[in-house]
């Protein structure tokens, strides 16, 4: 493997746990979202932001790459897009045990079943863009859901 395609495998794994035997996005988001946010609930929102978009650039092009790299659309190893979905999730949301497992399952759950768009950009698989925006739009629905709970349970 060179190294360029190392680097590639890194970040588009996650660190490799996207290689976990079982539920591979499930994981990557418990041991490398929740961490991942953890650090950047200490930025402003304005850097959050910066930080996000660019991750989510970023996601696109490596998802893009890792497909041809690992030969398969949509493949399992690929979880980078999870930490974008995430940190999506958790975006204005402040860091404590509930939001951040409330945030975790809410973002696994739109993940999973993912309602439309989402669905469209999962059924389409045509590069690392549908890979990162079905996530993408999950993390939107998370979002909204943990602010809806946070505003009125949890405040």
Not at 5 to 24: K, M, Q, S, V
Not at 87 to 96: E, K, N, R
Not at 128 to 153: E, K
Request: hydrophobic share 55%.
């Amino acid at each position: 493997m060179k190294p360029a395609e190392r680097i590639l495998a890194l970040f588009a794994t996650g660190f490799y746990t996207g290689h976990f035997p079982f539920a591979p996005a499930t994981f990557s988001t418990l041991v490398l979202g929740i961490p991942v946010y953890l650090l950047c609930s200490l930025l402003s929102t304005y850097w959050y932001v910066i930080l996000l978009l660019s991750l989510i650039v970023l996601a696109v092009e490596l998802s893009d790459r890792a497909e041809r790299f690992f030969g398969k659309l949509d493949c399992s190893y690929i979880v980078i897009d999870e930490l974008a979905g995430f940190l999506i999730t958790m975006f204005m949301v402040s860091p404590g045990l509930i939001t951040i497992t409330l945030g975790f399952f809410l973002f696994r759950f739109f993940d999973v079943f993912k309602p439309p768009p989402a669905n469209f950009f999962n059924k389409r698989k045509k590069g690392g863009y549908d890979v990162v925006m079905d996530d993408v739009f999950a993390g939107i629905y998370a979002n909204l859901v943990l602010q809806g709970a946070v505003y009125f349970f949890l405040s």
